[in-house]
């Protein structure tokens, strides 16, 4: 087998359409060593990865597949996971989530490249370029039109296939956001929906809550309001300071964050309306 | 020793406090078994809880900490752990949370003595009285008004401590809210601060959250927003539907309320603003 | 469609099998709803659950399939999702597990139907017989040998496709155990492999452990070694005494054992050598 | 007040210590802003720690103390706050757990200064000494007596007071793990007591647990037997790899590893015989 592919697709629900797809690979020498299937009773969405290994590879697939995929109106493709994502990530002045991510992909635990890292400050310059890593101060200064455009440049220039607001501290425009539509996670430093906005764990602290949470999603035009990708959470007390919860919540931030960004790499997350199938 | 005892007090901090109760207590013959104390930097509040082997009684050691009390501006009390705190269950048509409340009462799990189940129903009518306690059937087609007070009138009539909405689904006056303050805890079905009024495992499956939580709070007059005292979380995926929300989070219900009670009962939370102290 | 069908299998990995399976379904009328399928890179196992609504039953699906099934050397059966999974539960003196057990049936969040209880002891037998089950009482005074070959007999008589020992402080006969062997599920009340034997709370306490747990497995000949099905934790501190660890331990105990048996009543659950694969 | 300090002891139970030593301060000035007792039953052995504000220093309190202390046998002590602890970290190749607390003393919240990184292999020197801070390859070529040797010489000459084993792969002598009593933190890569010794996650896969784990604990003579300060675990399936649990456990293992150190930093923690109270 010379790759190891992953094709995943979805469809309006009708019968066969596994069967076929299976089919088509077997025919093809494809071996399926993975897969998982859902249907949403809900919308009628109907959600397939399969891991497979094959003898071709995947612009072959991809050419083989592409008659039953039309016929079925399938919206679907095929990856290969020898070839890394590339990931381009955000950051303001707060390192925890980008240090977490660049030393993840160093020992080998992300499928990712990091392409560059843009940031709105030069806190981190220092630290990322000590990583062999690209660094792009993107001044506010500039004006926020002009600014998104120099990142947008970025991410075009440098094809990058993620973007990652890891803590990046900036309100993106309508347009950023919906250009970058399904290919930019953002960090919420809170259990979503609850907290949305400025200073979450302070609102937390605030309300006496005995849980806090971070909660990975997709950044759309509505702010803190994208489809969930991962949430976790981790108890407190009444002897937890806000600052405390602060620094409590980096490690649940770091954490989600980086397990969003392996399942996206890994082509396991399907945007479904506003929320997300995981497979 | 005679008696097993909590002393518990909050005060506004000032040095000294905990010394001079301490010594009172020792001089008194009585042995601090264990204890804590908590000082809220953000309101200076002091809150101070310890377990006492005692040669005097309750009403004893009661009766010799008035004067130091009165001194100190404590607000305080001394319960004897011998007692068992009397309470009361409300509850509607689901029966997941009273059936817990009582198989942990029944096997010495829950240091309670159920004085009576009051319902707006006659559904939990069979189980209740099978387990040998008094059910008070108080149908909502006697008006909100004169239901509410029959209610009230069995909380004095039986010597209710504490009164426990086990899902009652019914929204309480401010009047009724405000004659238990403190006196009663209600089991919310969502991690509040999200979700908070009806159907909350939907309003958690629409928005596609990958947690699920319950709350245990005590009432007040702002429904779902009275201070937090516990709350638990169980991770979700996409593929469990609204219903199975609901099954998933009655274990989660159960669980929290039965903390709550226990702590409550233990004589372990302190409401402090909005919030609580648990030690 | 007439039946909602659960179609699993397990192979020897070979390419193709998910194809001829989900082909075949097809062209019977049958729509896969949800799939998972997962191999086993360590053995080469394969292992395939499938979801269907299907226009004929279980009885003719499997005849149907019957063929390619031989041909293919799958082991497989089709299972009807209406049809309840018949489940005999034992118990000795610890009613937590039963009680939850059977409040989860009565509010029709187990697809089980309950066929009796059996018990070395009479302490359950007013509880179980209040709930309208049958109550067998199996004295081990006399002897083992007789008292499971009672037991077996039982099981037989009731047709039970599954036996639940929830709380059962009898250890079985080699005999007994590969009779049931993956048809009768235990919750052992420590989080295996640690724990194993009498009294697990009180060597979690002796060891100072911060988390206790339990464990839901599938019963083998060899105690407490059998293929773990799910477990689940909570934390704990030095202040928790070993009785207070029991306490706490009841529900995860319950909660891990109800879950185990929700997934086996569901067709999820396959052994795979001494460890299970969940789809 | 000048100082934020902790006071701690543990002494035999007996009535009127906390009365004693609270007076004590109370009338030197000082000011108990958080204090936890705690009695251990099974022991006898009573523990307090407190936090004050107090207007005479760390020094002049210990002085003030001291009689009382001989009076009352305590064993305790009195620590600044604003002194943080100097630790020496050990790593052998994996530099997940240095690298965490590496960052976590660089923003602030850790209340250490890392005096040094001793390794067995030079895979860190890179990473450490960007950091700024001393690495001492200590080869075990060098036999395994020498070795030892010189990392007690390298403790000893910048006053270590705590030693901390972040994944640093070797057996320890009895004569060393004896020098570092109570002052020597491991981490485990298992949640103890399963799975000690060599490649847990591999005797975890192997024994197909649905949860893994890891242990911070005091470092004794006894390998993997020390008393316990922390654990956690996370929830694992039977699609992950024991190289997936090796990656998922390093998270584990640095949030674990690095309350321990910030408990000890904040002398929260004593040894209790084979186990901790954590106060």
Redesign the interface.
């Known amino acids: 087998m010379s790759s190891n592919l992953v094709l995943r697709f979805r469809a309006a629900?009708?019968?066969?359409?596994?069967?076929?797809v299976?089919?088509l690979?077997?025919?093809l020498?494809?071996?399926?060593?993975?897969?998982?299937?859902?249907?949403?009773?809900d919308t009628g969405g109907f959600f397939c990865r399969?891991e497979l290994g094959s003898p071709i590879g995947r612009d072959g697939l991809t050419a083989e597949l592409q008659p039953i995929a039309s016929e079925l109106g399938l919206e679907w493709d095929v990856k290969d996971l020898a070839q890394k994502m590339r990931v381009l990530i955000a950051v303001s002045k707060?390192?925890?989530c980008l240090?977490d991510l660049i030393?993840k992909q160093e020992?080998g635990?992300l499928p990712i490249e990091i392409v560059g890292v843009v940031s709105n400050h030069e806190a981190m310059r220092k630290t990322v370029e000590?990583h062999g890593l690209r660094y792009h101060h993107l001044p506010m200064s500039d004006g926020k039109e002009a600014q998104e455009a120099r990142f947008l440049q970025i991410i075009r220039e440098t094809d990058t296939e993620l973007t990652v607001l890891a803590r990046y501290m900036q309100i993106l425009s309508d347009s950023f956001s919906v250009a970058l539509d399904g290919r930019c996670i953002n960090i919420h430093h809170s259990?979503?929906?609850?907290?949305k906005g400025a200073k979450p764990y302070h609102q937390a602290h605030a309300?006496?809550?005995?849980?806090i949470?971070a909660t990975a999603h997709f950044v759309t035009a509505d702010l803190d309001e994208g489809?969930?990708?991962?949430?976790?959470?981790r108890?407190v007390?009444?002897?937890i300071?806000a600052a405390e919860m602060v620094?409590i919540g980096?490690?649940i931030e770091a954490?989600v964050l980086s397990r969003a960004v392996r399942w996206h790499a890994e082509h396991r997350i399907f945007p479904?309306g506003?929320?997300?199938?995981?497979l």
Chains 1, 2, 3, 4 share one sequence.
């Open positions: 629900d009708r019968p066969g359409i596994v069967a076929r299976a089919s690979v077997a025919s020498g494809g071996d399926i060593r993975a897969a998982e299937v859902f249907g949403d009773p399969m707060f390192g925890h240090v030393h020992i635990q000590w259990f979503l929906p609850s907290f309300r006496g809550v005995k849980i949470g489809p969930i990708i991962e949430q976790d959470v108890r007390s009444h002897a300071t620094a980096r490690e954490s479904n506003n929320k997300t199938v995981v």
